[in-house]
């Protein structure tokens, strides 16, 4: 769940599809002065510098942070203990995506270390003015099964959340779902949305 002035959302998902999720709601307005130096790196704030001058419409500085909170509430069901900002380097991707390297071994699931995870974010209008959306969504194991993980140990393309459905998503999720059909499942098994 996140909340900020003007815009609220919420994610859900199966149990037995996702070992865990995060979604974060931002303000697409320049985060405080002195946030930045506190929760980037260097090569984080080299990045934000690039695609600022690229492309002013979106809060970069801010985006990052948001990636970030959406990795941290992701983190912490299945690690149980608190992941420093140094401990998270987001990388900006192509097309409203981003990854997340982790430091210390990465996130365990079912004892599997992940040591990036891939994530979706988004421009959407809320009551007062934009918002940036961020969403981060680990499997379950048995979806993992299901998934080649490269080299890094992260998840590949189709592991990740993404803003309505698709046909691949609905089918990678699936993979867990008991033999009988479950009638009361009506759209995907997570989606992000107002």
């Not at 900020?4 to 149990?15: N, R, S």
């Not at 985006?63 to 401990?87: A, C, D, H, I, N």
């Not at 934009?130 to 490269?150: G, H, I, Y």
Request: glycine share 10%; proline share 6%.
């Amino acid at each position: 769940m996140t909340h900020t002035a003007g815009y609220a959302a919420a994610v859900v998902a199966l149990d037995r599809d996702v070992a865990s999720l995060g979604i974060d709601a931002e303000a697409n307005a320049p985060l405080p002065e002195g946030i930045l130096e506190y929760t980037t790196g260097e090569e984080e704030r080299s990045a934000i510098e690039r695609l600022s001058r690229q492309d002013g419409t979106v809060a970069w500085d801010r985006l990052v942070f948001s990636m970030k909170e959406s990795v941290f509430k992701t983190w912490y069901p299945l690690m149980g203990t608190w992941l420093g900002f140094e401990q998270c380097v987001v990388t900006v991707g192509p097309e409203g995506t981003f990854s997340a390297a982790l430091a210390d071994g990465g996130l365990l699931v079912d004892q599997q270390p992940l040591r990036r995870l891939t994530g979706v974010w988004e421009l959407v209008p809320g009551q007062d003015s934009e918002m940036l959306v961020t969403a981060v969504v680990v499997p379950q194991p048995c979806v993992l099964d299901d998934r080649r993980l490269d080299d890094d140990g992260a998840v590949g393309r189709s592991g990740r959340l993404v803003t309505g459905t698709t046909d691949d998503a609905q089918t990678s999720l699936s993979t867990c779902a008991p033999e009988t059909p479950d009638t009361t499942r009506t759209g995907p098994s997570a989606e992000v949305g107002s």
